[in-house]
Nanobody, 122 residues
C-alpha cells in the first residue's frame, strides 16, 4: 500500500489543521492506521491510531482531547483533526499502516507516507 500525507502548514498557537492520508494499492480495511510525528532532534513518536475493523482508537496523552483520528473507507483516506495546537506540536507528521494489532510501536508499521510539516507559532 502507498500512503500520501498532506495538509500540513504554518498555524498560530490555538489554531487548527486537518491532515489527510490517502492510500492506494490496497484497501485500508486490511490495516490499522497510525499517525506519528518527529520533531528536530527527537525520536519519532506515536500520536494517534485507529482500528478499521472495530472502530477503536487510541491517542498519545499530550494530544487527547485536542486531536481526533477518523477515516473514510470509501475514499481510502484517514484524517487527523488537530485543534488547540501548541508550539510543542511542531513536527513532521507521518501516517503509517500496520497489519498488526493497533499499537504505538513504530517498528510494527510496515508502510509509511512521506511526511507533512506542521509548524505552530507562539
Amino acid at each position: 500500500v502507498q500512503l500520501q500525507a498532506s495538509g500540513g502548514g504554518l498555524v498560530q498557537a490555538g489554531g487548527s489543521l486537518r491532515l489527510s492520508c490517502a492510500a492506494s494499492g490496497r484497501s485500508f480495511m486490511r490495516y490499522n492506521m497510525g499517525w506519528f510525528r518527529q520533531a528536530p532532534g527527537k525520536e519519532r513518536e506515536f500520536v494517534a491510531g485507529m482500528n478499521w475493523n472495530g472502530g477503536s482508537s487510541r491517542y498519545e496523552d499530550s494530544v487527547k482531547g485536542r486531536f481526533t483520528i477518523s477515516g473514510n473507507n470509501a475514499q481510502n483516506t484517514v484524517y487527523l483533526q488537530m485543534n488547540s495546537l501548541k508550539p510543542e506540536d511542531t513536527a513532521v507528521y507521518y501516517c503509517a499502516a500496520t497489519d498488526r494489532y493497533l499499537n504505538s510501536d513504530a517498528r510494527t508499521y510496515s508502510y509509511w507516507g512521506q511526511g507533512t510539516q506542521v509548524t505552530v507559532s507562539s
